[in-house]
């Protein structure tokens, strides 16, 4: 059946497998395979990256937990679960984007800079879509 709120419920849902694929597959992937590799790619100590690898996971699961949960409060109807759902998502998208780009600006080499600074802004502003979208009141007209 097709409510009112099924396309933010999907909306939510894609951010979340984004969000904990961005986690598992690339982050993790980095810190427990090919750290080393990957420092020398962004031109920081070993030590740096494993540091902006952990902040970057912890970023992506406040983003993609809060994404699950607004997700689960618009499948079972339930306002409190998608407002915490929904501000996660949005403090964690936001926060990551403000790293990413505090990140290339600060710490990354500059063949990088540019390109990961991007990334930082598209984050925030999916980040500011998901607070829009989530909290619009998705009334629809009879």
């Known amino acids: 059946m097709w409510r009112a709120h099924t396309p933010r419920m999907l909306f939510f849902l894609f951010i979340a497998f984004l969000m904990l694929s961005e986690l598992w597959l690339s982050n993790w992937g980095s810190l427990t395979t090919n750290l080393e590799g990957t420092a020398a ?36 109807n339930q306002p ?46 999916v980040g500011i879509v998901a607070y829009i979208v989530g909290t619009r009141t998705g009334r629809v007209k009879s």
């Not at 031109?43 to 949960?69: N, P, W």
Request: net charge positive.
């Open 41 to 76: 790619l962004l031109g920081l100590s070993v030590a740096a990256e494993r540091t902006r690898l952990y902040i970057l996971i912890v970023l992506d699961a406040v983003g993609g937990g809060g994404a699950l949960l607004a997700t689960i409060g618009f499948l079972v």
């Open 80 to 125: 409190r679960l998608q407002t915490i759902g929904i501000w996660l998502t949005t403090v964690g998208l936001v926060l990551y984007g403000g790293y990413q780009v505090t990140s290339a600006l600060r710490q990354l080499a500059p063949p990088l800079t540019g390109t990961i600074a991007l990334i930082g802004v598209i984050y925030i502003a």
